[in-house]
C-alpha cells in the first residue's frame, strides 16, 4: 500500500518569497493534515481537512498561510510571503474517517528560508 | 488547554538495557493518547495508542505504555533496547475532531541514544 506522498523534499527561499507544498493522501482518507515541526519541537496543527472542507484551522497564520484540497484528494499548503521563522519541516498526514483511526505521516517537506 | 509534557529531551542507554520514556498529559476528558517514532529524515510512525479498556498497551517492535490516569501519565517502555531504537519519540493526546484521531497535540519529544 502506497503511503502519503510529499513534494518537494527540500526547499530553500528566501524571506517574502512565497512556495507551495504538495501532499497525496493514502488512497479513500477522508481526512488530511498538515503539520509544521520546527526543530526541537514537536509537530504543530496547521490544518484538518474532512473530504474537501475544512475542520480546523484555529492555528493556522491566515495572514500568510493557505491551504486547499480541491475534489477532496490532493492538497496544497502555500506560504505567501515567507519569514524566516517559518523554516521547518511540514508533514502531512491522513487518516479515514472516524472513531480510533490513525494518522500516517508523509516524509515532510524541509523548508528553509534565508 | 490541553497539553503535553516530555520531561527527558535526551535519554542514553546501553543496548540490551531496558528504558522507560515519560510523558504527562492534560486534557479535560478521556484523553485518546499516542506515541509515535521518528528516524531522521523519515515521517512518524506510529508504535501505539490508547482509546479505552486494558491499560496496558502494546505497541510494534516491543514497546509498550501503561495509561495512568491518576498520575495523568502514558510512559512507553521497552526491556531491552536495541541500536535500531536510536531515533526521537513523541508522545501525543487526540483531540476528536470530525470523528478521526490525527488532530493531535505533540509533545516536545526525547531523542533516545543508544551505546554500544
Known amino acids: 500500500e502506497a503511503g502519503v506522498a510529499q513534494s518537494p523534499r527540500y526547499k530553500i527561499i528566501e524571506k517574502r518569497q512565497s512556495v507551495a507544498f504538495w501532499c497525496n493522501p493514502i488512497s479513500g482518507h477522508a481526512t488530511l493534515y498538515w503539520y509544521q515541526q520546527i526543530l526541537g519541537q514537536g509537530p504543530k496543527l496547521l490544518i484538518q481537512f474532512q473530504n474537501n472542507g475544512v475542520v480546523d484551522d484555529s492555528q493556522l497564520p491566515k495572514d500568510r498561510f493557505s491551504a486547499e484540497r480541491l475534489k477532496g484528494v490532493d492538497s496544497t499548503l502555500k506560504i505567501q510571503p515567507a519569514k524566516l521563522e517559518d523554516s521547518a519541516v511540514y508533514l502531512c498526514?491522513?487518516?479515514?474517517?472516524?472513531?480510533?483511526?490513525?494518522?500516517?505521516f508523509g516524509q515532510g517537506t524541509r523548508l528553509t528560508v534565508v | 488547554a490541553q497539553s503535553v509534557t516530555q520531561p527527558d529531551i535526551h535519554i542514553t542507554v546501553s543496548e540490551g538495557a531496558s528504558l522507560e520514556l515519560r510523558c504527562n498529559y492534560s486534557?479535560?476528558?478521556?484523553?485518546?493518547l499516542f506515541w509515535y517514532v521518528q528516524s531522521p529524515g523519515q515521517g512518524l510512525q506510529l508504535l501505539l495508542k490508547?482509546?479505552?479498556?486494558?491499560?496496558l498497551v502494546q505497541g510494534i517492535k516491543g514497546f509498550e505504555a501503561e495509561f495512568k490516569r491518576s498520575q495523568s501519565s502514558f510512559n512507553l517502555r521497552k526491556p531491552s533496547v536495541h541500536w535500531s531504537d536510536a531515533a526521537e519519540y513523541f508522545c501525543?493526546?487526540?483531540?476528536?475532531?470530525?470523528?478521526?484521531?490525527?488532530?493531535?497535540?505533540f509533545g516536545k519529544g526525547t531523542k533516545l541514544s543508544v551505546k554500544p
Open positions: 498526514a491522513s487518516s479515514f474517517q472516524g472513531m480510533h483511526t490513525e494518522a500516517f
Open positions: 501525543a493526546v487526540g483531540a476528536n475532531y470530525g470523528g478521526s484521531q490525527g488532530n493531535l497535540i
Open positions: 490508547y482509546f479505552s479498556g486494558d491499560t
Open positions: 486534557y479535560g476528558a478521556t484523553p485518546y
